[in-house]
């Protein structure tokens, strides 16, 4: 089922702060999307607007073409997961679970023994059939974690809407449940939308990443596309390590100049004048590496497959990393100058091409 | 042998074991001399002094209608004062929790008020307002209301020196529970009346027990605030407390402590009652 968010606002109750300043968004059927932006760039906000739960000043919010004004034509049709999980502490897993069809009217209730079998049928979907007698006290975060999905997914909607969800999950657990939740999304052919601050995460599970700042939408893209080109210099460095290096681009030669000693100039086709270079660290290499360079490489140890080195440019030091691989053909201890051909162009912020 | 193992644990109690409360024999002395000297002793004295007299005098007692109407009188008035207050002190403390009005920190001042000021000062308060020609009382008998000199009078009194007990024990609870348990309900489905019998009463019923318990506890040993409201007439509008001042007055030691120990038998009954009920209530929380 697709969602369509169209011009939303919300200004913050009783003063001019905006929260989201008109925000569209449009997310396919099907689709696995993640909100990611720094706190307070309005990802919450946005989310909880989709499912309802915070009034907007303007804008729509449609489900499959259907405007939605209410939380209650949302009911059963929007799954959320709270950051906190929010289960009914009074309620044991299974009466958690089976909450959204126990208060369905009588009409549309289904019989005591068809609930009964769903929460057994969720229970077995989320790996832990035994735990539908015990109280939510007793179990553990990622427990807890399946049992607030597991509550979401009883009424089958088929949006299902994700505040930071493992936020409160160690790594192992974590990087566990996400790869089963994605696996799930799949399963049950459901339109997700999840939230999260960790861009690694996002990059990991979704199709399609929304990056958010100051309750805007400043890029709407496929991970690949995202790393590829970043719209503005904050994606860039939202989304990892970069370097960036001040220059001029120059109009007869069509070379980036850069203000450093020590860092090449490279061509490229964008317009002339000053621009801003931003490169991962993997991404730039040492020319003409030996012993005896201009610039000195020194060595930091290795992590996630990389070796870390920093650059000692003569202003600043920058670091450089080399895939663990590379080890064999010895990394010399200095190089002539630094080749960032790779970087991605940016002026006043925004990137340039 | 035994004496011997028992004199070890003994002494490892005495030193703490391998605990490292700072000043554990301090506190360790203190505890024990407190709940010992105030508390265990005159617990004592009150069960064993009605039987001093000889057996003959308690079993006497025990066949006075008088005392056991007044006992009837403060434990149903307690009952329904407390009753009363239950929903009074939910609506007080959703206000207090949830309802950002102004004045609200003054609510929160006065909530407390009648556990402040003297138990006499309250009921001579409620007494002139609630006397036939008192402000309230006036209008209130013209519609054929009598609150002052009656049972009415006594579960109002009760009611107002129980509220805070109900408040109190309710409103931190109430704070506790997040509000996204309510959003969550409402994503649901779950219509307002849902949201509120299943999301918010049913997790604060375990401390509204507790609550009842405590104002009925009260209510059942209230003096000051009632004697002025109550009128005080024998088998009508007597209260146990005061009976027991009525006989001491009369020398009757063995009476006064026999009602005394009757009311010590309710309070120590319905701890336990309100104990055992919490406890099979409150099965869901961590600490059980």
Same mark, same amino acid.
């Given at each position: 089922?697709?969602?369509?968010?169209?011009?939303?606002?919300?200004?913050?109750?009783?003063?001019?702060?905006?929260?989201?300043?008109?925000? @569209?968004? @449009?997310?396919?059927?099907?689709?696995?999307?993640?909100?990611?932006?720094? @706190?307070?760039?309005?990802? &919450?906000?946005?989310?909880?607007?989709? =499912?309802?739960?915070?009034? !907007?000043?303007?804008? &729509?919010?449609?489900?499959?073409?259907?405007?939605?004004?209410?939380?209650?034509?949302?009911?059963?049709?929007?799954?959320?997961? #709270?950051?906190? !999980?929010?289960?009914?502490?009074?309620?044991?897993?299974?009466?958690?679970?089976?909450?959204?069809?126990?208060?369905?009217?009588?009409?549309?209730?289904?019989?005591?023994?068809?609930?009964?079998?769903?929460?057994?049928?969720?229970?077995?979907?989320?790996?832990?059939?035994?735990?539908?007698? =015990? !109280?939510?006290?007793?179990?553990?975060?990622?427990?807890?974690?399946?049992?607030?999905?597991?509550?979401?997914?009883?009424?089958?909607?088929?949006?299902?809407?994700?505040?930071?969800?493992?936020?409160?999950?160690?790594?192992?657990?974590?990087?566990?449940?996400?790869?089963?939740?994605?696996?799930?999304?799949?399963?049950?052919?459901? &339109?997700?939308?999840?939230?999260?601050?960790?861009?690694?995460?996002?990059?990991?599970? =979704?199709?399609?990443?929304?990056?958010?700042?100051?309750?805007?939408?400043?890029?709407?893209?496929?991970?690949?596309?995202?790393?590829?080109?970043?719209?503005?210099? #904050?994606?860039?460095?939202?989304?990892?390590?970069?370097?960036?290096?001040?220059?001029?681009?120059?109009?007869?030669?069509?070379?980036?100049?850069?203000?450093?000693?020590?860092?090449?100039?490279?061509? &490229?086709?964008?317009?002339?004048?000053?621009?801003?270079?931003?490169?991962?660290?993997?991404?730039?290499?040492?020319?003409? =590496?030996?012993?005896?360079?201009?610039?000195?490489?020194?060595?930091?140890?290795?992590?996630?497959? #990389?070796?870390? !080195?920093?650059?000692?440019?003569?202003?600043?030091?920058?670091?450089?990393? #080399?895939?663990?691989?590379?080890?064999?053909?010895?990394?010399?201890?200095?190089?002539?100058?630094?080749?960032?051909?790779?970087?991605?162009?940016?002026?006043?912020?925004?990137?340039?091409? | 042998?035994?004496?011997?193992?028992?004199?070890?644990?003994?002494?490892?109690?005495?030193?703490?074991?391998?605990?490292?409360?700072?000043?554990?024999?301090?506190?360790?002395?203190?505890? *024990?001399?407190?709940?010992?000297?105030?508390?265990?002793?005159?617990?004592?004295? *009150?069960?064993?002094?009605?039987?001093?007299?000889?057996?003959?005098?308690?079993?006497?007692?025990?066949?006075?209608?008088?005392?056991?109407?007044?006992?009837?009188?403060?434990?149903?008035?307690?009952?329904?004062?407390?009753?009363?207050?239950?929903?009074?002190? *939910?609506?007080?403390?959703?206000?207090?929790?949830?309802?950002?009005?102004?004045?609200?920190?003054?609510?929160?001042?006065?909530?407390?008020?009648?556990?402040?000021?003297?138990?006499?000062?309250?009921?001579?308060?409620?007494?002139? *307002?609630?006397?036939?020609?008192?402000?309230?009382?006036?209008?209130?008998?013209?519609?054929?209301?009598?609150?002052?000199?009656?049972?009415?009078?006594?579960?109002?009194?009760?009611?107002?020196?129980?509220?805070?007990?109900?408040?109190?024990?309710?409103?931190?609870?109430?704070?506790?529970?997040?509000?996204?348990?309510?959003?969550?309900?409402?994503?649901?489905?779950?219509?307002?009346?849902?949201?509120?019998?299943?999301?918010?009463?049913?997790?604060?019923?375990?401390?509204?027990?507790?609550?009842?318990?405590?104002?009925?506890?009260?209510?059942?040993?209230?003096?000051?605030?009632?004697?002025?409201?109550?009128?005080?007439?024998?088998?009508?509008?007597?209260?146990?407390?005061?009976?027991?001042?009525?006989?001491?007055?009369?020398?009757?030691?063995?009476?006064?402590?026999?009602?005394?120990?009757?009311?010590?038998?309710?309070?120590?009954?319905?701890?336990?009652?309100?104990?055992?009920?919490?406890?099979?209530?409150?099965?869901?929380?961590?600490?059980?």
């Amino acid at each position: 089922m697709s969602v369509v968010v169209e011009n939303l606002i919300r200004c913050a109750p009783g003063s001019e702060r905006i929260l989201l300043s008109d925000v @569209s968004l @449009s997310v396919e059927s099907g689709a696995f999307v993640a909100l990611v932006g720094p @706190s307070g760039a309005g990802k &919450t906000t946005l989310l909880r607007a989709i =499912a309802g739960l915070d009034k !907007y000043d303007s804008g &729509t919010v449609s489900l499959n073409g259907e405007t939605l004004a209410s939380i209650q034509e949302r009911a059963g049709k929007v799954g959320f997961v #709270f950051q906190s !999980y929010a289960l009914f502490p009074h309620m044991t897993v299974a009466r958690n679970i089976s909450f959204g069809l126990d208060v369905l009217s009588k009409a549309q209730r289904p019989s005591a023994s068809e609930i009964s079998a769903r929460v057994q049928e969720l229970l077995d979907l989320m790996q832990i059939p035994d735990l539908g007698k =015990a !109280y939510p006290s007793r179990l553990s975060g990622g427990q807890r974690q399946r049992v607030a999905l597991a509550r979401a997914l009883a009424t089958r909607p088929d949006v299902l809407l994700l505040d930071e969800p493992f936020g409160a999950l160690d790594p192992i657990v974590r990087r566990a449940i996400r790869t089963w939740l994605r696996a799930l999304h799949d399963q049950l052919g459901l &339109t997700t939308i999840l939230v999260t601050h960790d861009q690694e995460e996002a990059l990991e599970v =979704a199709d399609r990443i929304v990056v958010m700042q100051h309750g805007r939408i400043v890029q709407n893209a496929s991970p690949a596309q995202l790393d590829e080109a970043p719209e503005t210099a #904050f994606v860039m460095e939202f989304l990892g390590e970069a370097v960036s290096f001040k220059g001029v681009i120059q109009a007869d030669t069509g070379l980036f100049i850069p203000d450093e000693a020590g860092v090449l100039p490279f061509a &490229t086709s964008c317009p002339a004048g000053p621009a801003e270079a931003m490169i991962r660290p993997f991404e730039i290499f040492p020319e003409n =590496a030996a012993t005896g360079g201009k610039i000195a490489l020194v060595r930091h140890g290795r992590r996630n497959g #990389f070796l870390h !080195y920093s650059a000692q440019l003569p202003e600043r030091s920058v670091p450089v990393f #080399f895939p663990v691989h590379t080890k064999h053909q010895s990394i010399s201890d200095s190089c002539q100058g630094l080749n960032i051909a790779e970087a991605r162009l940016f002026r006043n912020g925004q990137r340039i091409v | 042998m035994v004496a011997g193992k028992m004199k070890k644990a003994f002494a490892l109690f005495w030193q703490g074991g391998d605990s490292t409360l700072p000043g554990y024999r301090l506190s360790l002395t203190v505890t *024990l001399v407190w709940t010992g000297f105030f508390i265990i002793l005159p617990l004592f004295a *009150l069960a064993l002094r009605p039987w001093q007299n000889g057996f003959g005098m308690v079993l006497n007692e025990l066949h006075d209608t008088r005392m056991f109407a007044a006992l009837w009188t403060s434990f149903s008035s307690a009952v329904a004062a407390a009753l009363l207050n239950i929903p009074l002190g *939910l609506f007080l403390a959703w206000m207090l929790v949830r309802g950002h009005l102004p004045g609200r920190k003054m609510a929160d001042a006065l909530i407390d008020l009648p556990l402040a000021i003297p138990t006499a000062v309250s009921g001579i308060t409620l007494a002139t *307002l609630y006397s036939p020609r008192g402000w309230l009382g006036a209008p209130l008998s013209k519609i054929g209301i009598d609150v002052a000199y009656t049972r009415t009078g006594i579960v109002l009194a009760l009611m107002f020196v129980g509220l805070p007990f109900m408040v109190r024990t309710i409103e931190p609870v109430l704070k506790n529970l997040p509000h996204e348990l309510e959003e969550a309900a409402r994503l649901l489905g779950a219509r307002p009346r849902q949201v509120i019998g299943r999301v918010l009463l049913a997790p604060l019923i375990p401390t509204v027990i507790t609550g009842f318990g405590l104002a009925f506890a009260r209510g059942m040993g209230e003096y000051g605030s009632v004697i002025f409201i109550a009128g005080n007439q024998p088998f009508k509008s007597e209260i146990a407390p005061l009976l027991i001042v009525v006989r001491l007055q009369e020398f009757d030691y063995s009476g006064a402590t026999a009602i005394a120990l009757i009311l010590l038998l309710i309070s120590f009954l319905s701890l336990i009652f309100v104990g055992a009920v919490r406890k099979k209530l409150s099965v869901w929380t961590s600490a059980s």
